[in-house]
T-cell receptor, first 118, second 113 residues
Framework: EAGVAQSPRYKIIEKRQSVAFWCNPI?????LYWYQQILGQGPKLLIQ????????DSQLPKDRFSAERLKGVDSTLKIQPAKLEDSAVYLC????????????????FGQGTRLTVV | GQNIDQPTEMTATEGAIVQINCTYQ??????LFWYQQHAGEAPTFLSY????GLEEKGRFSSFLSRSKGYSYLLLKELQMKDSASYLC??????????????FGTGTKLQVIP
């Protein structure tokens, strides 16, 4: 079974520039997550999609971050403009969670994109 | 929101047993995950507990007490490859019936010879 694919693996940009990350979840996984992981910390949920709808974006800095999941499969996360504090690993994950209290399901993570803002 | 606490770092000896604790405070608790994350890699699933008690899976076991807001991960017969961060993550059910998972800061375990 193919895992969660992310690209690019690494990205270095200057502050105030824009950047986009791409994620392809495991086939058949309805739920897709974007997490931000700053060095030495646990992953922080930015946005959660169920198919192509957003179910949680309460911690997404919407003035500069945006995400979409067209057609309920691939997803992109964009930062515009980037700040120094956005330097982190951006992890995409997917799960079989279909909502309606169907139970907890584990998330499968991609390798992440390491972003450095200089 | 959720408040999740776990030790920042631990050191243990190869072949020994180590217990990593996690305490949490949350409303709408719907289960607790443990993930392992090697440096520079993605987290990988270790265990999930929703009922009180101990779940054993090979060298790894996970315990949950819902009334105490407490869990631990037990690693037996430690190997050098077990050196990694161990993430405690709490699941709650949101209004749409989807689980929302919040991670702790992780415990960095160093296994020494």
């Amino acid at each position: 079974e193919a895992g969660v694919a992310q690209s690019p693996r690494y990205k270095i940009i200057e502050k105030r520039q824009s950047v986009a990350f791409w994620c392809n979840p495991i086939s058949g996984h309805a739920t897709l997550y974007w997490y931000q992981q700053i060095l030495g910390q646990g992953p922080k949920l930015l946005i959660q999609f169920q198919n192509n709808g957003v179910v949680d974006d309460s911690q997404l800095p919407k003035d500069r971050f945006s995400a979409e999941r067209l057609k309920g499969v691939d997803s992109t996360l964009k930062i515009q403009p980037a700040k120094l504090e956005d330097s982190a690993v951006y992890l995409c994950a997917s799960s079989l969670d279909r909502g309606a209290g169907t139970g907890n399901t584990e998330a499968f993570f991609g390798q992440g994109t390491r972003l450095t803002v200089v | 929101g959720q408040n999740i606490d776990q030790p920042t770092e631990m050191t243990a000896t190869e072949g020994a047993i180590v217990q990593i604790n996690c305490t949490y405070q949350t409303s709408g608790f719907n289960g607790l995950f443990w993930y392992q994350q090697h440096a520079g890699e993605a987290p990988t699933f270790l265990s999930y507990n929703v009922l009180d008690g101990l779940e054993e899976k090979g060298r790894f076991s996970s315990f949950l007490s819902r009334s105490k807001g407490y869990s631990y991960l037990l690693l037996k017969e430690l190997q050098m490859k077990d050196s990694a961060s161990y993430l405690c993550a709490v699941s709650v059910m949101n209004s749409g019936g989807y689980q929302k998972v919040t991670f702790g800061t992780g415990t960095k375990l160093q296994v020494i010879p």
